[in-house]
């Protein structure tokens, strides 16, 4: 995962992978494909036990592992790499590329095909050309609301390389935060930040480690918006007087730079005259999104300004700012990239369009000759499931672009903003979702099969702990946490059956956040893709499929609905000590009457016993009472819920249709009274 | 944890810990303290789920926390600082401290006193006056052998302070590492240290780290033995001519430092000219342990200088080193720290002996006037229990030292060495049992019971993860890697019940290991101190000690021995795809097979059959063979198997001995024939 762009098992003959394993470089090398080398033999080490030789052997024909290398590609990753590869492997493995990132992709991938049976490890035998469908395949993390740690970071980019994204979109910079030492304009970080940024060394520092994965970074500082954390120590660029402090709540805030004055633009020349020195990639992201243009409307020079050179609105003073600083970036060698908003008449062309508000300002775009990268539908801190996302595609096979029009869509962008996540719980926000993401930017637009998307997500998500990332050993912790260190065991159970509410409801259903509150809650603990809860859909699709005979699977349903409505007091009991449950003790009763009600619609339906109306209104009416979000989370299994109790109601009709019609009945009538699950985008 | 010094519940009253918790700082107020209390109420949020508010109360009467301190104490930690405090809690909490370092010590109680019920988060109504009862109390980490981040080391850092210990023993450099940054001798670092070192704006950050957190930090580089990473980029230190490379295998190397010449003696004081500035504390630890001395008998040149001087052998010459040694560190304002070797005829008055060979040499040390700390009993990477830990005192009451004498016995040091632990498994080898340490070092010499320390250290060890400590996460991190992803639950059940194996055997059970190997067996994810084998031990001793009964807790012993005998199915299954685990199917087989003994065993005794010596004889020789070591392994609970199998076999006398004596019978016929478990120091 990402699936290559063509595999062929070639049958017979495997590469054994055993203490005697070697490696041979041949063709060009540097220090980055040795690293390379390095990095793929300590996880080979890492997952295999064995202790294996760092030693590079000079004879390729023997080796098990060759490399050949044509060249070194961009010795600074860019847009337009050759990322392609060859893997072979029979007698030995033989991975050939055209550049040394084309060989760090096929390293990724030597190590996905190691498997195991009761002869040992091995490389099965294959055939694969891979290169990604689409060059630009970037993750965004929002630093800006929380902090991340350098170490976060770098793990982060690690992850990254191992499903081949391509590009660490960072955003620097947020009304909540100013993340960057600043040397020339030092207030920028020490009163913008509470202590909390990265030191210059510390920025190329990433962009190193960055680029020694074939990764590239973007930095992101947001403009003419979303600057409060700025004009705290420099009120001066604002288009009001200020004093600001640094925004604590999240939303659009007032700030915007004043795009009038000279100096606002002398500013910003020298700013980025400082920062791009220290981030090498030719594309420069200006944000430009959410600006409200309250406090342009409020300020009479500014209207003034408008009014003498003709701009009518808002957004066309934004595009006058766009223009100026389309001049700064060209003079420091770079291109201008921003949020769709800052597609409006008169942006220079060369800027780069990111749609966040829907698919429709990519299209737009391309057709005006803009490239543009599709951000709306990955939207991760919305907490929809890898396969809402993975269900998204950048150039969809309905898509009216030419192909010369299609060629402006560069790719796509996972996009973490930081609201909601912080150094606990970025990973399990980030991952395992954006693998499947990756695989939307990398592989064919035909790989679709969702089935076999989670069974392939659920492997690489454990691979990627070897990197450090948390996403799956933090769950743990917070349960602890949550129960005061006693066992949590009762409390997984739940855990495993909810998801986070989708979208931005969170902040609707829990005490006033603040960037300083906890993040430790059951929904920070809880994955956004609940394999239980798909489980149980999965087992109740199953028995009503199975008409009328409702046999399929159908213990494993009853044990899991009887350990559902037997777990509440498990729960309770932990709660009497540990207050932080309080919120989730009425999920654990909801819980258990799901519980109840399923088995009872099971023992209706393995009997034949119809109940009545009175029933089946009585057990609807509990579980839409039992499936509304609490504390922030809901059991996404109400639908499925929903159609056994009908079912059970409506097993009479089953004499007069066939189950195919039964069951498509079933279905309308389960359908949701309630907002459907989140969507792409939402 | 650690126990307070005095502690009495006042018994009525309670403050309760709710979304309008205040706290105030009366007295005293520096950015170390205000900082700390941030940190406290990070953690209190964290725990509790509520959004409090950062600012701090200016009504001290109504503040749910007052914290009242008389002054700062020392600036930079200090042996001999205050850290005594008291806290008084009823209406509200007061805490009072000479010092900030002292405050702080008293926020880490008040944090662990917190409570919850079905009322909520509340402070116990308490009484403490709290003081340690050492004041040198001490973690080594040594990140020669395997080098740990700034990260780590903070969050060790952060943990160390949770449990009150206040000095970080940092050992820099090995024969396998040399991990400082030197600008005067840049080849130490970049030939030394395969890339993995501290730059020194790193180093002061951490020690700014440790200051804010009250703790000490004592560098250490070890001389004039184990310096073959100093002698890869500076030969000519050596006593013999190289060249060198890092050793990347352990033991104990030839490499020694030549203390004949001039210029050895000019590169340390240069040395230590640039590196004692980073490290304000007044200690300087010299190593001076496991110099083998053939590399000084085998150079004529240094042979000839000790006829000479009229040095008399090896260790001779290493105190006339030692005496050079401490004229520099003199000269730089350091005092001369160093293991129990140094301790011979002609060293200086004011060294400190770190004993690590025994009690002895720390009683020696204090009759002749030296400080010392004990570290003997507490070389946590021997793999003992936390009990065995727990049961070795500094000083204790035994001792024949007067008490002048015994004034000089500062206190201990725990010491995480760097052989078998890296990044991913050293947090689960220091904690949670340095938890147990410290409470020896701190709390009085009369706190020492076994169970109750076990109770408090689940609590603490929970707590410690707030802090970003990964022992207890990444146990499930390794299972997962080891089964390829496929679920662990099989393999948990065994994990949960073996130790790894005691002392340096590891060594000899598993493939030759450098520092490059991997560190991701079955016995790098289990903990040291198996609880479920505890309750097993438990559960068998309960039953044998209900003679002629043996009724108390069968039930419960039966459904864990039946899992036994009925797991290793399931752990073959999973070794049949992941070859990770073919070392540990041997294991799984002998706890099916001692699952099968015991439920025999138990059969007997609860029908009242009595089997022959046969069965006896076959028994105990199955259990012999079940409990060797494999895989760096053991079962914890050979011993109380074999009464088990015994106390079937000799149920006859209990006709014609009491309860009481035929179980000393059964001990005593059971007593293991082989090695006992690892002791204190072994």
């Known amino acids: 995962m990402p699936a290559p762009a063509s595999v062929h098992t070639t049958g017979v003959g495997r590469v054994p992978i055993d203490a005697k394993t070697t490696i041979a470089l041949n063709g060009f090398v540097d220090d980055r494909l040795r690293a390379g080398v390095t990095r793929m033999l300590v996880r080979l080490q890492g997952r295999t036990g064995l202790v294996l030789s760092r030693e590079l052997s000079a004879n390729a024909d023997a080796a098990t592992l060759v490399v050949t290398c044509k060249g070194p590609g961009f010795s600074t990753p860019a847009l337009g790499e050759d990322e392609s590869y060859t893997l072979d492997s029979g007698r030995q493995v033989v991975l050939a590329a055209g550049t040394v990132v084309g060989a760090l992709r096929g390293l990724e991938t030597f190590l996905q095909l190691l498997s195991g049976d009761r002869d040992g490890f091995f490389i099965p035998a294959v055939n694969i050309q891979d290169r990604p469908r ?18 976060l970071i770098k793990r982060e980019l690690d992850a990254m390389a191992a499903v081949k994204l391509n590009v660490l979109h960072w955003h620097l910079s947020e009304d909540q935060g100013f993340r960057v030492e600043s040397r020339k304009y030092p207030k920028l970080h020490e009163l913008g930040s509470d202590g909390q940024y990265y030191t210059q060394d510390q920025l190329r520092d990433v962009v190193e480690y960055a680029r020694m994965r074939g990764i590239r970074v973007v930095p992101e500082f947001d403009m003419p918006g979303h600057v409060m954390s700025w004009v705290v120590g420099y009120p001066e660029l604002a288009s009001a007087p200020g004093p600001y402090t640094i925004a604590r709540k999240f939303g659009v805030f007032d700030a915007v730079f004043d795009p009038t004055r000279p100096e606002t633009y002398k500013f910003i ?12 990639d030719a594309y420069w992201h200006v944000g430009g999104d959410e600006n409200n243009g309250k406090q342009w409307q409020a300020n009479p020079k500014i ?17 006058y700012f766009n223009q100026q600083l389309t001049g ?42 803009y490239d543009g990268v599709l951000s709306a539908g990955y939207y991760i801190d919305l907490l929809n499931t890898a396969a809402t996302h993975y269900a998204v595609d950048p150039l969809p096979g309905t898509s009216d672009l030419t192909p010369a029009e ?110 300083l509150g906890p993040l430790t809650h059951l929904v920070d603990a809880v994955s956004t893709d609940s394999l239980g809860a798909r489980a149980v859909n999965r087992l109740i699709e199953q028995l009503l499929a199975d008409a009328p005979h409702f046999m399929l699977g159908r213990d494993e349903l009853q044990k899991r609905l009887t350990s559902w409505r037997d777990g509440h ?74 159609e056994l109790v009908f079912a059970a109601a409506e097993q009479g009709q089953l004499a007069t249709m066939s189950p195919a019609e039964w069951l498509a009945r079933i279905k309308t009538l389960a359908a949701p009274p309630r907002r459907g699950r989140g969507s792409a985008g939402s």
């Open 134 to 151: 689409f060059p630009w395949r970037g993750l965004l993390i929002d630093v800006g609301r929380h902090f991340e740690s350098v170490d």
């Open 269 to 280: 020349d020298n700013f980025i005259g400082e920062i791009s020195k220290i981030f090498p």
């Open 303 to 319: 209207q003034e300004f408008m009014r003498r050179h003709g701009i009518k609105d808002s957004p066309a003073l934004q595009t």
């Open 328 to 369: 700064i970036l060209r003079k420091h060698g770079k291109r201008m990239m921003g949020w769709d908003e800052i597609l409006e008449p008169g942006l220079p062309k060369e800027a780069v369009i990111q749609s966040w508000r829907g698919q429709r300002s990519l299209v737009d775009a391309a057709k005006q000759g």
């Open 406 to 515: 299609a060629a402006h869509v560069l790719g796509g962008e996972a996009t973490m903003w930081g609201e909601w996540v912080g150094p606990e719980t970025i990973d399990s926000r980030i991952w395992p979702r954006t693998a499947a993401i990756a695989e939307r930017f990398w592989s064919a637009r035909e790989v679709t099969n969702v089935d076999d998307m989670y069974r392939r997500l659920t492997v690489v998500s454990v691979q990627l702990e070897e990197l450090g990332v948390t996403h799956l050993r933090n769950a743990d912790v917070l349960l602890r946490r949550l129960t005061g260190g006693a066992d949590p065991g009762p409390l997984r159970v739940l855990a495993d059956l909810v998801e986070p509410v989708k979208g931005y409801q969170r902040g609707g259903q829990q005490p006033a956040m603040t960037t």
């Open 569 to 642: 007091a498990a729960i309770a009991r932990l709660a009497d000590e540990a207050p932080a449950l309080a919120e989730i003790t009425p999920l654990a009763d909801d819980l258990a009457n799901m519980g109840a009600i399923g088995l009872d619609a099971i023992m209706c339906l393995s009997r034949g016993v119809v109940p009545d109306a009175a029933w089946r209104d009585a057990k609807i009416a509990a579980l839409t009472q039992a499936t509304r979000p609490q504390a922030a989370l809901e059991f996404p299994f109400a639908v499925a819920m929903r």
